[in-house]
């Protein structure tokens, strides 16, 4: 098989350490060394660039562009297929080589792009939001009207439940229906308009039941948790990551070191929110009103949780916002306190970790699939990624240059 070096640049090899000039040998889709001065039958001139292991972005909704509730009610069902087909070239294009579908994408989504038939990231999916009635996921309205974000259809099942029984049943159901990790409100949330934030959702007995069929068919559950009390009471039940954590208190941020739980971010979620306002999206008031009251906590809690130590992944909740814009959540780490090394190693092995991946994916070392990205320039400047990503290389194949993705082979 044809040995493959990339030289001349810099490689920042997703462990933490400091870029460092080195090459990267690929072979049969798998890195097979990292140094100096390596010899191979092809080379890729890397010169000027930083070459990166594939990145992560661990909570994206590809089926979602964009809220907009007046916009919503006019796009016909079908037509959101289609846009995610752009969506994850979008995301592809970006280097990111692997992602997790944080409602939305149904086990079709994710077969399409597993086979070959399009071009994207590598997914895990979570199907539909487990939430309890009036809950996150809740699209009733006081008209008497729902319109979900998600309708139901048969291979995506409803996510609301409530009292232990349902919520056993729910997680079998999405078990049945091709889920690789689970999605739970614990807490109210900002894009739903009768709900609080800061309220908790589900009683423990409820979560202890989900995190047990959860642990059964050995998948992880992710909350959506942004109120204290719905971070910690499903930081106790088990649960491996938060999603948002905007109202995170020193106990919360106590129970998740001692639990080792992950907080994936998701800086860019309620920006996307004011901006998509600012644009003329027609959202209710209650909803900007939220997301206009939420920033500045948010900022501060993950500055909190990562100055004590906590675990952090990067997600973007883009589908909320643009898809093809995910890479400026890591300045938004870096401006709330993280080094350049650990916004990266947040978008690489630390997120491989918490998708349990990393025995394949994550890194560049010996053995790992070569997922490759070439980034222009320093990466240790995160101004303007998007447009600095040269090459993106998914198992030794090249899938996307200059930004433009290949179409997969007839």
Same mark, same amino acid.
């Given at each position: 098989?044809?040995?493959?070096?990339?030289?001349?640049?810099?490689?920042?090899?997703?462990?933490?350490?400091?870029?460092?000039?080195?090459?990267?040998?690929?072979?049969?889709?798998?890195?097979?060394?990292?140094?100096?001065?390596?010899?191979?039958? !092809?080379?890729?001139?890397?010169?000027?660039?930083?070459?990166?292991?594939?990145?992560?972005?661990?909570?994206?909704?590809?089926?979602?562009?964009?809220?907009?509730?007046?916009?919503?009610?006019?796009? =016909?069902?079908?037509?959101?297929?289609?846009?995610?087909?752009?969506?994850?070239?979008?995301?592809?294009?970006?280097?990111?080589?692997?992602?997790?579908?944080?409602?939305?994408?149904?086990?079709?989504?994710?077969?399409?792009?597993?086979?070959?038939?399009?071009?994207?990231?590598?997914?895990?999916?979570?199907?539909?939001?487990?939430?309890?009635?009036?809950?996150?996921?809740?699209?009733?309205?006081?008209?008497?009207?729902?319109?979900?974000?998600?309708?139901?259809? =048969?291979?995506?099942?409803?996510?609301?439940?409530?009292?232990?029984? $349902?919520?056993?049943?729910?997680?079998?159901?999405?078990?049945?229906?091709?889920?690789?990790?689970?999605?739970?409100?614990?807490?109210?949330?900002?894009?739903?308009?009768?709900?609080?934030?800061?309220?908790?959702?589900?009683?423990?007995?409820?979560?202890?039941?989900?995190?047990?069929?959860?642990?059964?068919?050995?998948?992880?559950?992710?909350?959506?948790?942004?109120?204290?009390?719905?971070?910690?009471?499903?930081?106790?039940?088990?649960?491996?990551?938060?999603?948002?954590?905007?109202?995170?208190?020193? $106990?919360?941020?106590?129970?998740?070191?001692?639990?080792?739980?992950?907080?994936? =971010?998701?800086?860019?979620?309620?920006?996307?929110?004011?901006?998509?306002?600012?644009?003329?999206?027609?959202? =209710?008031?209650?909803?900007?009103?939220?997301?206009?009251?939420?920033?500045?906590?948010?900022?501060?809690?993950?500055?909190?949780?990562?100055?004590?130590?906590?675990?952090?992944?990067?997600?973007?909740?883009?589908?909320?916002?643009?898809?093809? $814009?995910?890479?400026?959540?890591?300045?938004?780490?870096?401006?709330?306190?993280?080094?350049?090394?650990?916004?990266?190693?947040?978008?690489?092995?630390?997120?491989?970790?918490?998708?349990?991946?990393?025995?394949?994916?994550?890194?560049? !070392?010996?053995?790992?699939?070569?997922?490759?990205?070439?980034?222009?320039?320093?990466?240790?400047?995160?101004?303007?990624?998007?447009?600095?990503?040269?090459?993106?290389?998914?198992?030794? !194949?090249?899938?996307?240059?200059?930004?433009?993705?290949?179409?997969?082979?007839?």
């Amino acid at each position: 098989m044809t040995r493959r070096v990339f030289t001349g640049g810099l490689v920042l090899d997703g462990t933490g350490a400091p870029a460092a000039a080195a090459d990267v040998a690929v072979q049969d889709g798998r890195v097979v060394d990292v140094g100096p001065g390596l010899d191979g039958d !092809e080379a890729v001139d890397c010169t000027g660039a930083t070459v990166l292991p594939g990145l992560f972005d661990c909570h994206v909704h590809v089926l979602m562009s964009g809220v907009d509730t007046l916009h919503q009610l006019q796009t =016909p069902y079908s037509q959101v297929y289609f846009e995610a087909v752009r969506n994850l070239r979008r995301t592809l294009a970006l280097g990111i080589t692997s992602v997790r579908d944080a409602a939305g994408a149904d086990l079709g989504v994710a077969e399409a792009v597993r086979s070959g038939l399009v071009r994207g990231p590598r997914m895990q999916i979570s199907l539909a939001m487990i939430s309890q009635t009036g809950g996150h996921a809740d699209d009733w309205h006081v008209c008497g009207a729902e319109t979900p974000l998600l309708p139901v259809t =048969p291979g995506r099942p409803s996510g609301i439940c409530d009292g232990p029984d $349902e919520v056993r049943r729910t997680v079998r159901a999405l078990v049945r229906a091709g889920a690789d990790v689970l999605k739970v409100a614990t807490s109210g949330g900002v894009l739903s308009p009768r709900d609080d934030p800061r309220h908790a959702h589900f009683r423990p007995a409820e979560l202890a039941v989900l995190v047990e069929e959860a642990t059964a068919a050995g998948l992880a559950v992710m909350a959506h948790a942004q109120g204290a009390d719905g971070i910690k009471n499903a930081v106790r039940a088990g649960i491996r990551s938060i999603e948002h954590g905007i109202f995170l208190d020193d $106990e919360a941020i106590a129970l998740m070191l001692e639990h080792g739980t992950w907080l994936v =971010p998701t800086l860019s979620a309620p920006r996307a929110v004011l901006a998509a306002v600012a644009a003329g999206a027609a959202l =209710p008031r209650a909803v900007v009103d939220k997301a206009i009251a939420v920033q500045a906590q948010h900022d501060e809690s993950v500055s909190r949780a990562h100055e004590a130590g906590v675990r952090i992944a990067m997600g973007t909740d883009s589908g909320v916002g643009p898809h093809g $814009e995910n890479l400026g959540e890591l300045q938004l780490m870096a401006d709330r306190g993280m080094s350049v090394e650990e916004v990266w190693h947040a978008t690489t092995l630390s997120a491989a970790r918490l998708l349990r991946v990393d025995g394949e994916l994550g890194s560049l !070392e010996p053995g790992k699939r070569a997922d490759v990205v070439v980034l222009e320039g320093d990466a240790a400047d995160l101004s303007g990624l998007a447009g600095r990503v040269r090459e993106v290389w998914v198992d030794g !194949e090249q899938v996307a240059l200059g930004g433009r993705v290949a179409d997969p082979a007839a």
